[in-house]
């Protein structure tokens, strides 16, 4: 059973960095995608970015889009999301999803980690 954990949330000041971890488990993720989504209190779950695990093809929300990375490691079966310039609306859970190739539909969640971005 795929299992995905996500850490390294926190609370950053307007401007800061901070770097989302998702160690997989369970699986032969070469054939998945990865994906970073976000809630924030009120609002639907968007999508923030995504990652083929094999080949590296990136998209991310426009929303993000130049101040996000994302990016797996494929020895420690682990991806990240690197967040620079974070706003004070980049707050929210942040839940890494993974979903296998051809779906459409992301499969399996991790438990999310909270950020919270102070003004």
């Known amino acids: 059973q795929v299992q995905l954990v996500e850490s390294g949330g926190g609370l950053v000041q307007a401007g800061g960095s901070l770097r989302l971890s998702c160690a997989a488990s369970?699986?032969?993720?070469?054939?998945?995608?990865m994906g970073w989504f976000r809630q924030a209190p009120g609002k639907e779950r968007e999508f923030v970015a995504r990652?083929?695990?094999?080949?590296?093809?990136?998209s991310y929300a426009d929303s993000v889009k130049g101040r996000f990375t994302i990016s797996r490691d494929n020895a420690k079966n682990t991806v990240y999301l690197q967040m620079n310039s974070l706003k004070p609306e980049d707050t929210a859970v942040y839940y890494c999803?993974?979903?296998?190739?051809?779906?459409?539909?992301?499969?399996?969640w991790g438990q999310g980690t909270q950020v919270t971005v102070s003004s």
């Open positions: 369970g699986g032969t993720f070469s054939s998945y995608v």
């Open positions: 990652i083929f695990w094999s080949g590296g093809s990136t």
């Open positions: 999803a993974a979903r296998r190739i051809p779906g459409v539909e992301y499969d399996y």
